[in-house]
């Protein structure tokens, strides 16, 4: 490779740190979307390049469903810290109390699509023209089609038929007042891409990532980890298995992996080798429909 | 590893999506969770086989309508080389969509049907591929298997579309024979297309060379956004941040600053949130300067040694992409990199055909998908080069100020 060229995570990188000083540039009021996983950390990685020596200009949003892990909570005080960010905390609990909205019921009761109201209110509270996510093109078919800089409506909608055409590296941010942008800025990294980063510059991460004990139960094929949200039922067989969490969710829809992959360089052999996608093998949500994702996006969900 | 990025153009039945399925599928970057679901979504529809094509047309309308209607992009990886495939539409009313995903493309694979040979929409896809100067081209002649794998048939597209590329001068011209459908010369060479001589599709794309895509001659910068972190230890700092659109800059290199015309030399550069000694395209960096100058987001340091143009009036080409059609003497913004500026269309000189690249009279409104030839004013110089000389500084885009829509790919001319 000549000198002058740069491998495919150095491009990756180059026009993720792009996006990001576009979105500073553009936008008046910003907030990056962290949800504690690894690509929202990777986010807040690529932020402080962007504009190191200076401050990650906006703040860390967490929309908390309540059923997070712990470890995922005590990872994202530490970081917020260590990065000097402001970090905004708005709870899903409170919207439903505030707005009487029914709570999901079922052994899994996901939270995920009432996640949408709070991150609507907040984006109101905090007059938010930008909200910097951590969504990949490769993660799942909708987001395959989705912009960049994707425009949602004063109700957040998507609509994927009427997506601005988004040429070259030239990111059009204008919106109209009550209009909001998504941003993605590792829309074209992989799952992989991502581990890879992480490796390359020795990004930490939750200890969930790594091999540890856990007791769980197995719900059609996939292990969910008992806690105070998921308590087995009569017939449930409760054991005790090494795993590790390929992404970091609620509690209530994260599945686990069987694992005993304790370093980076162990946990990245096992994804090279798996044969089951990110998402299909720990989002108990996505399985609902074929379209799941399609709608919750156009329903204003990241 | 390096990074290709490619675009697969063809008209509706070509097999488009097939051929992504089939690349994904072969190269084992398929897993068994997807094929799960996509042998599940074909017996919803019909009896028989996986169609392939289902794992790329991922909005319910396109499945129900068996139709791409927006730019997908896939991901694939080999030992040799990142993939980043952008799935464009077919139909004529979904031309903007095509542009959009051919913009940021290395190489594009022109499908055609070999029952069909060389049409309209081949011809339509093959002027976009030449306009935005696409750097390497491979014609697909796909569904071999439905002409006994016949090197006649071949041969006279072979012919047939040579006659196209030289008409649109476009470089790099590949032809492979393959059946997407059976996986013929996709990833391995066919044994049924023994005549041919050259590689599969797949180590095609992992050869190619893509290194002298990026210009390192003609050096580029356009601020970004302006670092000052006010804090009591940077108390100083004032860096110009962005990406370095083209060439290589170096610590103690005599720049000047555009629009503005004013000179000065480069005391330290940074990438990454280290110094370095220099900084090459496309890497992002923060400029220092020895002087103190009014440098605002959008404007332009170049090496004093090589200049760009400067100009507020400028021929262009416009491909138009709104519904609502250009009216000549309208006022949009335009956008180059991070400059915005208001611009008027002064004058349209001709329409282009982008059938037969013919010349048309300039009467009437410019309408979706047309190509026109433009003079543009804008309200402060832009600085700028030709789009065939240095593409990353020679486009922009206009945007209606009224919608905020995106309405206009420009090549400056």
Not at chain 1, 86 to 92: A, G, Y
Not at chain 1, 249 to 262: H, K, L, Q, R, W
Not at chain 2, 388 to 408: F, R, Y
Request: glycine share 6%; net charge negative; charged share 25%.
């Amino acid at each position: 490779m000549s000198l002058y060229q740069l491998n495919y995570l150095e491009q990756l990188e180059a026009e993720s740190i792009h996006i990001f000083r576009e979105v500073a540039a553009q936008f008046e009021r910003p907030a990056l979307l962290f949800s504690g996983g690894k690509d929202s950390i990777t986010l807040v990685h690529l932020a402080r390049k962007a504009f190191s020596p200076g401050a990650i200009p906006f703040p860390l949003v967490h929309i908390d469903t309540g059923h997070n892990f712990p470890e995922a909570l005590q990872f994202r005080d530490w970081l917020t810290k260590e990065v000097g960010a402001e970090l905004v905390v708005r709870k899903v609990e409170d919207t439903i109390l505030e707005r009487k909205l029914t709570e999901p019921k079922g052994k899994f009761p996901s939270r995920n699509w009432l996640q949408t109201y709070t991150l609507l209110d907040t984006i109101e509270e905090f007059k938010f023209d930008c909200c910097i996510g951590g969504a990949r093109r490769d993660e799942e078919k909708a987001r395959a089609k989705e912009r960049i800089f994707s425009v949602r409506d004063e109700f957040g909608q998507w609509d994927p038929k009427l997506q601005r055409p988004e040429l070259w590296s030239i990111y059009n941010g204008r919106i109209h007042k009550g209009e909001n942008v998504r941003v993605f800025p590792i829309s074209n990294w992989t799952e992989l891409d991502i581990w890879n980063y992480i490796r390359k510059e020795k990004i930490d991460l939750p200890s969930i990532y790594f091999a540890h004990e856990r007791e769980v139960i197995e719900h059609e094929g996939q292990l969910v980890a008992l806690s105070e949200y998921v308590q087995p039922a009569q017939d449930d067989i409760v054991i005790k298995k090494s795993v590790r969490y390929r992404t970091v969710g609620d509690m209530t829809c994260t599945a686990a992996v069987e694992s005993n992959a304790a370093t980076l360089d162990e946990v990245i052999n096992e994804i090279i080798s798996t044969r089951i996608s990110e998402r299909g093998e720990t989002r108990i949500d996505d399985k609902v429909t074929e379209a799941a994702m399609e709608d919750r996006k156009k329903n204003g969900y990241f | 590893m390096d990074l290709l990025r490619f675009i697969t153009a063809g008209s509706v039945d070509d097999g488009k999506s097939t051929l992504i399925g089939r690349l994904l599928y072969d190269s084992k970057n398929i897993l068994i969770d997807q094929l799960e679901a996509l042998e599940k979504s074909t017996k919803n529809r019909t009896d028989g086989s996986v169609d392939l094509a289902l794992l790329t047309d991922g909005l319910r309308a396109e499945r129900e309508q068996g139709i791409t209607i927006d730019v997908a992009y896939r991901y694939f990886t080999t030992p040799r080389r990142k993939f980043i495939i952008a799935d464009a539409p077919g139909h004529v009313q979904y031309t903007r969509n095509m542009i959009t995903g051919a913009s940021n493309a290395n190489l594009i694979i022109i499908l055609i049907d070999a029952r069909q040979g060389v049409v309209e929409q081949t011809r339509r896809h093959s002027i976009i591929a030449s306009l935005l100067r696409i750097p390497h081209v491979v014609v697909a002649i796909n569904k071999m298997d439905l002409v006994d794998y016949s090197q006649d048939v071949y041969n006279n597209i072979l012919i047939e579309y040579s006659k196209v590329a030289k008409q649109l001068e476009l470089k790099n011209v590949s032809y492979i024979p393959i059946s997407a459908l059976n996986g013929d010369n996709i990833v391995e060479k066919s044994d049924l297309i023994d005549w041919y001589e050259g590689k599969p599709l797949l180590e095609f794309l992992e050869e190619v060379s893509v290194s002298n895509d990026v210009n390192l001659t003609d050096s580029r910068f356009q601020v970004q956004l302006i670092i000052r972190p006010q804090t009591e230890q940077l108390h100083d700092y004032r860096g110009y941040a962005g990406k370095i659109v083209s060439g290589i800059y170096r610590k103690g290199d005599k720049v000047t600053v555009l629009p503005q015309q004013i000179n000065s030399t480069i005391s330290k550069l940074e990438t990454g949130g280290s110094e370095v000694d220099e900084v090459f395209a496309p890497q992002p960096a923060i400029i220092h300067l020895a002087d103190d100058i009014d440098i605002s987001r959008g404007d332009t340091i170049v090496k004093s040694d090589n200049l760009p143009q400067v100009n507020n009036e400028l021929e262009v080409l416009l491909c138009w992409m709104d519904e609502k059609p250009l009216q000549p003497g309208n006022k949009y913004l335009l956008q180059h990199n991070s400059r915005l500026v208001k611009s008027i269309i002064k004058k349209i000189d001709y329409k282009l055909d982008v059938n037969s690249l013919q010349k048309q009279s300039a009467e009437g409104d410019v309408k979706l998908n047309e190509v026109v030839k433009a003079i543009i004013k804008t309200a402060s110089p832009l600085v700028y080069d030709s789009y065939p000389k240095l593409n990353t500084n020679g486009s922009a885009v206009l945007i209606d100020e009224t919608s905020n829509n995106t309405v206009a790919a420009v090549l400056f001319q």
